[in-house]
Nanobody
């Protein structure tokens, strides 16, 4: 499974961004996809994860600001981010789960700054 993430960039506090991650390859085996982020000097953390059934796992502190969705037809997962804060600055990684296998995308930088 290959993952191609896009949509990061520089945004002012209070702004919005939409991240996209397209999966290719052995996509029939993928059961869940999600977004993680890693800020400088910090561990990578879960942002949101969506199972192919539609079940969503999300960090409480981001609920209401971040929304994960999935387009199964196009093998794409989205992360709509709004009311962005400087603390949201991080590299955002897309992840796919396929049984015991885990696949990571290359990451996309999100910088929230005025």
């Amino acid at each position: 499974v290959q993952l191609q993430a896009s949509g990061g960039g520089l945004v002012q506090p209070g702004g919005s961004l939409r991240l996209s991650c397209v999966a290719s390859g052995s996509i029939a085996s993928v059961t869940a996809m999600g977004w993680y982020r890693q800020a400088p000097g910090k561990q990578r953390e879960l942002v949101a994860r969506i199972h192919k059934t539609g079940s969503i796992q999300q960090i409480d502190s981001m609920k209401g600001r971040f929304t994960i969705s999935r387009d199964n037809t196009n093998n794409t997962v989205f992360l709509q981010m709004s009311s962005l804060e400087p603390d949201d600055t991080a590299v955002y990684f897309c992840k796919a789960e396929a049984g015991w296998h885990v696949y990571w995308g290359q990451g996309t930088q999100v910088t929230v700054s005025s």
